[in-house]
């Protein structure tokens, strides 16, 4: 078998290794130098087994990703696709693909996508196929998280098997609901606001009144099922079929009690919640209400609407990385009527809906960082998170933010100024750093790579001792920001600025 099999290798390699821009793709994360020395590297076609090894390590995870320049929403390139952060062209994707399996033989644990219903259908469907043909396989042997591929496919015999085989595994459409009759434990379930609509409207089309709708329900949701953590995707941009106005992009509501079986039923622990600005599920489904079997829930209605549950969380955590309306909303008071959309009741909803003492959030972006400056803005945080007055709650924000923020231009003086830090938040020692992956999207293409930043953290806390609220903003700047854009000077005369607080060896 070896003299076979070696000859199907060395096909492999060859077709690979004539194919420069791929190969040099594949190595550059293994070592610049590598990629710069290829050709010394490659003399009879041959590979040292280090790199075979790391290219195996480096593939464990994969992240498949359509990715674009904002600005170009409309006329949205689609030759490539981003496979670990690099930019890889349409046909590269099968060579690569073969080879990973082939030649080094990967064993593929998770796979996050995103996006790829964006792409053109027939490229999407080769891709769908090609996920599973050559990193996943039939038998799911080695994948244990999947996320995102039914957004290529809408639900496939396909991925409903492998979600079976999963720890993580979703967003699940409704027709994979449908096979998940087995007894199964998962870590994390993803759905989308979208299900919810799905399910209740598929146990109205069932029923003749609400005791079987509910009947229905209880049947569609199986105690079989177990998760810890749910993954809700919430899209923030779903219009009404035959808007008479024109659309108007929001939340829509929610069938509150689709929400509370799944979460009971599947025995659901801690919760994360994903603020969408843009899913292939934008328009709503509105048969539900017609009838008034269930409740309407949004996150953006006035909490004092929302009937508390009795379930207990023991985290909420709440990402905004992907979110563009709560973002806004949630750092900004001074928003025009039609801009409003209620986010303020945001935190006091998840308390009702997913009760809870203790929720992250992240407001972060790497595409429209948020700018007016950071004093305001920081009062602005703070005024938004307390507006219900919360009792027993731990808050921890992540905010990262553009060093512009941080400073002002006097046009009476000419000259710059730091801003300071807003009134009652306290500097706390802890010194903070993380790293993420952003990409400029300069170029109507976008780069070849996603940069890796580090950025640096500061946390500032305020608390409320009497009401058991504890709330720390960690306000992070990129390293390559603070190091550039402030000079001495200008920190002596601010002593007490906010950005001060990042150049403070010890306090
Ligand atoms: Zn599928
Ligand atoms: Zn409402
Ligand atoms: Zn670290």
Redesign the pocket.
């Known amino acids: 078998m070896s003299v076979k099999k070696n000859s199907v290798t060395e096909t492999l390699y060859a077709k690979v290794f004539t194919n420069q821009h791929l190969l040099e793709n594949i190595l550059s994360y293994l070592s610049d130098d590598f990629s710069k020395n290829l050709d010394v590297r490659l003399v009879n076609k041959s590979i040292n087994n280090t790199f075979l090894r790391l290219i195996r390590r480096n593939h464990r995870t994969m992240k498949i990703e359509y990715a674009y320049n904002v600005k170009d929403i409309i006329i949205r390139p689609k030759d490539y696709i981003y496979i670990n952060y690099r930019k890889i062209k349409h046909q590269d994707v099968l060579p690569y693909f073969i080879f990973l399996n082939t030649a080094i033989g990967v064993k593929v644990q998770k796979i996050t996508a995103r996006k790829l219903w964006m792409l053109e259908d027939e490229f999407k469907r080769r891709l769908h196929g090609l996920i599973h043909s050559q990193l996943i396989g039939t038998n799911g042997t080695h994948i244990q998280t999947l996320i995102g591929l039914e957004e290529a496919c809408d639900g496939c015999m396909k991925c409903s098997n492998i979600a079976q085989k999963c720890l993580e595994y979703g967003p699940v459409r409704f027709s994979t609901l449908q096979t998940m009759i087995y007894s199964k434990n998962y870590k994390k379930l993803h759905v989308t606001d979208k299900l919810f609509e799905d399910i209740a409207e598929y146990c109205i089309s069932k029923s003749k009144n609400k005791e079987e709708c509910f009947k229905e329900l209880d049947e569609t949701i199986l105690s079989t099922i177990s998760c810890d953590k749910l993954a809700i995707w919430i899209n923030e941009c779903r219009v009404l079929p035959n808007e008479e106005t024109g659309p108007n992009p929001n939340h829509r ?1 929610m069938p509150r009690e689709v929400i509370d079986t799944i979460l009971r039923k599947w025995n659901v622990k801690s919760i994360k919640l994903s603020m969408l600005h843009i899913t292939n599920e934008i328009l709503c489904s509105v048969e539900w209400l017609q009838y008034d079997y269930f409740t ?3 996150l953006n ?1 006035p909490y004092s ?1 929302t009937k508390q549950s009795d379930l207990k969380f023991n985290h909420v955590e709440v990402s905004l990385s992907y979110s563009f309306y709560c973002v806004k909303n949630l750092g900004n008071r001074e928003l025009i009527e039609s801009e409003y959309r209620g986010y303020d009741n945001f935190i006091p909803n998840i308390r009702r809906i997913f009760p809870t003492d203790r929720i992250t959030m992240d407001l972060s972006h790497w595409f429209a960082i948020a700018d007016t400056e950071i004093e305001k803005k920081m009062s602005t945080i703070l005024q938004v998170v307390t507006i219900e007055k919360p009792q027993k709650l731990n808050l921890d924000m992540k905010f990262f933010v553009k060093s512009g923020i941080v400073k002002k231009f006097n046009e009476e003086t000419n000259k710059e100024e730091l801003l300071g830090i807003a009134p009652r938040y306290v500097l706390q020692e802890k010194r903070l750093h993380c790293f993420k992956k952003s990409s400029p999207f300069n170029a109507e293409h976008g780069p070849e790579v996603f940069l890796d930043n580090k950025w640096i953290g500061r946390r500032f806390q305020v608390e409320h001792a009497e009401n058991q609220f504890n709330f720390n903003l960690d306000v992070y700047i990129k390293e390559k920001e603070l190091e550039e854009e402030f000079n001495k000077e200008l920190l002596q005369i601010y002593q007490n600025s906010f950005v001060g607080t990042f150049f403070i060896k010890t306090i």
């Open positions: 509501h309407r829930v949004r209605d609407e």
